[in-house]
């Protein structure tokens, strides 16, 4: 009898999960701009001297290299622009719904995932959010470095949602963001710092009410325009 049981043969075409394999990161090392999964944010010339809470961001790979949309139809890779990361959040792959097929999803939406575009692994959704997104214009009100790394994380479903924009993403980076270390806080703060200094010294208790009004102006445009003007926006 040349009848082998079957059972005990493995089926490369039948896997019992369907689970994206997930190796272990390497650790993060600010000297060498290494934030493996990270979110990362740093100040921006005169925008952040007047709004602090205002910056650059870029999402990195596994491992650890820095993308970020940093002009029309330009995405960089491995030179975060305006210079190092100053803040960081290390994201978790396992909140990321990566299916091989329609009916793998471990998100909810998985129709509506697979119309927004889906990606098999992290890099994956960072390399296809980068050749779509060099091909758009940059804008700092409607296409902006936040518009990036909100379609990469809807292409990954990130949190079992599809609704990351920029909103959300500035405030994950402002509320759970770790700085990289005190002069990270020092470069962030200290250019806004000597503009209030300076404003105040030659201009007077006026230039406080300008700046506060600019800041509500910048912050209404984009809770308008991501929630009541959606179609001006790129995700």
């Known amino acids: ?37 990270c979110l990362v944010w740093t100040s921006l010339p005169v925008v952040s001297w007047l709004a602090p809470f205002i910056g650059h961001v870029g999402l990195c790979m596994e491992d650890g290299t820095i993308v970020d949309f940093s002009g029309s139809n330009f995405v960089n890779v491995d030179e975060f622009a305006y210079g190092s990361v100053a803040r960081y959040i290390q994201l978790d792959r396992k909140q990321c719904c990566f299916p091989a097929n329609l009916s793998s999803h471990t ?95 030659f201009v007077g208790w006026p230039f406080l009410v300008g700046l506060l009004m600019f800041c509500f102006l910048l912050i209404t445009w984009f809770v308008v325009g991501t929630y009541c003007l959606k179609s001006l926006l790129e995700y």
């Open 1 to 37: 009898m040349k009848l082998t049981q079957m059972d005990d043969v493995e089926d490369p075409f039948n896997t019992k999960s369907d689970e994206h394999d997930l190796w272990p990161l390497d650790e993060i090392d600010p000297t060498k701009a290494r934030f493996p999964c």
């Open 107 to 201: 998100c909810k939406q998985r129709y509506k995932h697979a119309e927004r575009g889906i990606a098999i692994s992290w890099d994956d959704a960072i390399n296809s959010s980068r050749r779509h997104f060099e091909h758009q214009s940059y804008n700092l009100f409607t296409c902006n470095c936040h518009s990036f790394v909100a379609t990469c994380l809807n292409r990954m479903a990130y949190g079992g949602t599809l609704d990351w924009n920029m909103i959300n993403v500035a405030g994950l980076v402002f509320l759970s963001g770790r700085w990289v270390n005190v002069m990270s806080v020092v470069r962030a703060f200290l250019p806004f710092t000597m503009m209030v200094c300076i404003g105040v010294g």
